[in-house]
């Protein structure tokens, strides 16, 4: 069962359009999402992240915003340029309870862009 | 270069054989993470340690694999009897506790197992 649901798979825009990635998720206990950015046979490189007490987040050209109620989040990337052509990741998790801590990630499945210059 | 590293980038092996992965991870994490990711799909979490001791196991994580990390520094992640569905790109990632930052996780290269 996928924890993090992540639309769309592809997505290909015009070098300073803004590409928006979303996100959804079910399990009201995660409390940390954060957007991975992955080259080809690289690791994902952490990006920017949200905790749900905010409703937007921004760095540089990336900006989440976060809907607590939908249970939904986005990654919006202002003047894209070809160098951000990469397979993006949202995910999420949460702490454990009674001082456990878990921490692991749940990702979706990845969202491929293109940006043609 | 201070950021998580991990031996060897590239393993091609035959079925059956047993391989051993390493991962360095950010000095001073005290949590570390193994997630495994095949073609076109998101990491899937597979072990958690903090210091050396292993918390949390994927039901991915079948007998045939084991992973330790002796005192609480460096990982490795051993399959035994590999099998052709073992062929992906395993990755580990570090994180420090924290009461805000604990979440942040950093990801090494990862290890690119193909298994003929």
């Known amino acids: 069962q996928q924890q993090v649901k992540q639309s769309p798979q592809s997505l290909i825009v015009q070098k300073g359009g803004i590409p928006i990635i979303n996100c959804a998720y079910e399990?009201?206990?995660?409390?940390?999402f954060p957007w991975y950015q992955q080259f080809p046979g690289k690791g994902p490189a952490l990006l920017i992240a949200?905790?749900?007490?905010?409703s937007e987040k921004k760095e540089g050209r990336f900006t989440i915003s976060f809907n607590k109620s939908a249970k939904q989040f986005s990654l919006h990337i202002m003047d894209s340029q070809p160098g951000d052509s990469a397979t993006y990741f949202c995910?999420?998790?949460?702490?454990?309870?009674?001082?456990?801590?878990?921490?692991?990630?749940?990702f979706g499945r990845g969202t491929q862009l293109t940006v043609w210059p | 270069d201070t950021g998580v590293s991990q031996d060897p980038r590239h393993k091609i092996t035959k079925r059956g054989q047993n391989v051993t992965f390493r991962c360095d991870p950010i000095?001073?994490?005290?949590?570390l993470y193994w997630y495994r990711q095949t073609l076109g799909q998101g990491p899937e979490f597979l072990t958690y340690?903090?210091?050396?001791?292993?918390?949390?196991k994927s039901r991915l994580l079948s007998d045939r694999f084991s992973a330790e990390r002796p005192k609480g520094s460096f990982s490795t992640l051993e399959i035994q009897r590999t099998e052709q569905g073992d062929s992906a790109m395993y990755l580990c990632?570090?994180?420090?506790?924290?009461?805000?930052?604990?979440?942040?996780?950093?990801f090494g290269p990862g290890t690119r197992l193909t298994v003929l």
């Open positions: 000095s001073e994490h005290n949590r």
């Open positions: 399990n009201t206990a995660f409390d940390y």
């Open positions: 949200i905790r749900p007490d905010v």
């Open positions: 990632a570090s994180s420090s506790q924290g009461a805000r930052e604990g979440h942040e996780q950093f």
């Open positions: 995910a999420a998790s949460m702490e454990g309870y009674r001082g456990s801590t878990l921490g692991r990630l749940y």
């Open positions: 340690f903090q210091n050396e001791a292993q918390l949390e």
